[in-house]
C-alpha cells in the first residue's frame, strides 16, 4: 500500500516525511484564507457593491507591497523556519483582534475590508515563507517532482475552507452562528500547525545559509531584486510575463465577481454560490496537480513548461469573451486558476532553485509578489477608469465589459510571445554569474543517484 501510494504522488520514501509535513502546513494556511476570502468577498460585494472591488483591490495590493518589502527585508537574514513560526503566530493573534471587530458590531465598511486585507497579505506572504522553506529541505532536482505534491495540499485545504464557507451559510440561516466563533477556530488551528511545524523540524537540520554579510535594509533588499530581473534575461522575461498573466487574472476575477452579484439575491447566497464554485475547482486542481503536474512537469524541459499558462490565459479569455454569461465567466476563471495554481506555480518554484541559497527568498518573493501586485494595480485602475467613464455618460456599463475583456485576451496574447522570449534566452542566463553557485557547498548537492 505504501509502495502504491509513493508511486501515485510520485516520491521516494525518504521523502516523504518532511514532504508531508510541509503538505500539512500548506494545507491548514490555505484552508484558513480561503475562508477567509470567502467571507470576505462575499461580505464586501454584497454590503458595499461589486463597483468598488477594484478600490479595494489597490488599497489591499499597495499594503501588499509594502508587507512584501518589509518581509523581503527578513527572509534571507533569519532562519525561514523561524520565520514561518513566527508568521503563523502573528496571524492567530491578529484574527482574534478581527473578532472583536465583529463582536461589537463595528460598520460593514470597516469589518470586511480588514477581514479581505488580512486574508489577502495571508495569501501573500504565507506561501513566500512556506516555499522558501520548502527550497531549503529539497534540491532543486528532488523538487519538480516534489513539490507539485507538496502544492497539492493547498487544493486540499482550499477545498475544505470554501466547502465549509459554503457550509457556514446553512448554520448561519438556522443557529445563532456567526463570524466570532469562527475567528476563534482559526486561531487555535494556526498556533497548533506553529507547534506542528516546530516539532517535526525539531532535529531536522537544513543546510541552506542565511545572508549575514549583505545590509538588511528594504532599499539594499529591491537593489538586489532588481538586479536579478533587469540583467538576467530569464528572469526579466518571467517577470514580464507574469505581470501580463497578474493582469488578466485580475480581469477575469472581476468579471466572474460581477456576474455572480447579477445572479444572487443575499450576501449569504453568494458566499454559498461562492464557496461551492471555488470547492469544485480545488478538486479540478488537485486532480490536476496530482496526477499530471507531477508526472509532465519532471519530463518535460523547464524552460517549456512556461508556455502552458499563456495559452491557457488566451483560452480562458477567449470563453469570458465568446460566453458572456456566469457559465462563461466562471469557465474562464476555473481554466485560468487551475493552470496558474497546478502548473505555473511548481514550475516558478523549480526555476526559483536556479538561485543560490542565501539570495534565494528575495528574488523568489520578487517573482511571487511584485509583479502580481503590480499587475493587479494596473487592472484595477483600468477598471476604475472605465467606471468613470460611465458614471460620467460616456460609455454604457456593457461597454465595460467589452473593454476589460478585451484587454484581458490582448495581455494573453503578449504573455505567449514572452514565452518565446524566455524560451530564447534561458540557456544563455544559466551562465549568468548571478546563478553560480558557492563554491563552499558540496558539488554533490541535488544530485539524484
Known amino acids: 500500500m505504501k509502495e502504491r501510494f509513493l508511486a501515485l504522488v510520485n516520491l521516494k520514501p525518504e521523502e516523504i516525511r518532511l514532504a508531508f509535513s510541509l503538505w500539512v502546513l500548506i494545507a491548514v494556511n490555505t484552508f484558513v484564507l480561503e475562508l477567509a476570502d470567502v467571507v470576505a468577498t462575499a461580505g464586501f460585494v454584497s454590503n458595499v457593491g461589486v463597483d468598488r472591488i477594484p478600490w479595494l483591490w489597490v488599497v489591499t495590493t499597495l499594503i501588499t507591497i509594502f508587507a512584501a518589502g518589509f518581509y523581503l527585508v527578513f527572509i534571507d537574514r533569519y532562519p525561514r523556519l523561524h520565520m514561518v ?125 542565511q545572508s549575514r554579510g549583505e545590509s538588511a535594509s528594504l532599499g539594499e533588499t529591491v537593489k538586489i531584486g532588481m538586479d536579478y530581473f533587469l540583467n538576467v534575461p530569464l528572469f526579466k522575461a518571467v517577470g514580464v510575463l507574469m505581470f501580463l498573466a497578474g493582469l488578466v487574472l485580475t480581469l477575469l476575477e472581476f468579471n466572474f465577481l460581477s456576474l455572480i452579484d447579477g445572479s444572487v439575491g443575499s450576501d449569504l447566497e453568494f458566499q454559498r454560490f461562492l464557496g461551492y464554485y471555488k470547492a469544485v475547482q480545488m478538486s479540478g486542481l488537485l486532480i490536476f496537480q496530482w496526477l499530471i503536474t507531477s508526472r509532465a512537469l519532471s519530463k518535460i524541459h523547464l524552460k517549456d513548461s512556461f508556455s502552458v499558462f499563456p495559452v491557457s490565459l488566451a483560452i480562458a479569455s477567449g470563453l469570458a469573451i465568446y460566453f458572456p454569461t456566469l457559465f462563461g465567466a466562471a469557465s474562464a476563471r476555473f481554466v485560468a486558476r487551475t493552470v496558474y495554481s497546478a502548473w505555473d506555480d511548481p514550475a516558478r518554484k523549480a526555476l526559483q532553485g536556479l538561485v543560490p541559497d542565501e539570495r534565494r527568498g528575495r528574488i523568489s518573493a520578487f517573482m511571487d509578489s511584485y509583479f502580481i501586485t503590480a499587475a493587479t494595480v494596473v487592472g484595477c485602475i483600468v477598471l476604475i477608469i472605465l467606471f468613470g467613464l460611465v458614471s460620467w455618460g460616456i460609455i454604457s456599463r456593457e461597454m465595460v465589459n467589452i473593454f476589460y475583456l478585451g484587454i484581458a485576451l490582448v495581455s494573453s496574447i503578449l504573455a505567449v510571445f514572452s514565452f518565446f522570449h524566455l524560451r530564447k534566452v534561458y540557456d544563455t542566463s544559466l551562465l549568468n554569474y548571478r546563478l553560480a553557485r558557492s563554491r563552499r557547498k558540496s558539488v554533490l548537492d541535488g544530485i539524484e543517484f
Open 85 to 209: 513560526t513566527w508568521l503563523l503566530t502573528g496571524l492567530a493573534v491578529l484574527y482574534l483582534l478581527l473578532e472583536f471587530l465583529f463582536a461589537f458590531n463595528a460598520p460593514t465598511w470597516l469589518t470586511y475590508p480588514t477581514l479581505y486585507l488580512l486574508a489577502d497579505q495571508q495569501f501573500m506572504i504565507m506561501p513566500l515563507a512556506f516555499w522558501a522553506l520548502a527550497s531549503d529541505v529539497f534540491a532543486v532536482t528532488e523538487s519538480k517532482r516534489v513539490f507539485p505534491f507538496i502544492a497539492s495540499g493547498a487544493v486540499i485545504g482550499g477545498l475544505l475552507g470554501n466547502g465549509v464557507a459554503a457550509m457556514l451559510t446553512y448554520l448561519a440561516e438556522k443557529y445563532a452562528f456567526g463570524l466570532t466563533q469562527i475567528f476563534v477556530a482559526i486561531a487555535i488551528v494556526l498556533i497548533a500547525s506553529a507547534v506542528y511545524l516546530r516539532v517535526i523540524f525539531n532535529n531536522v537540520t537544513l543546510k541552506t545559509r
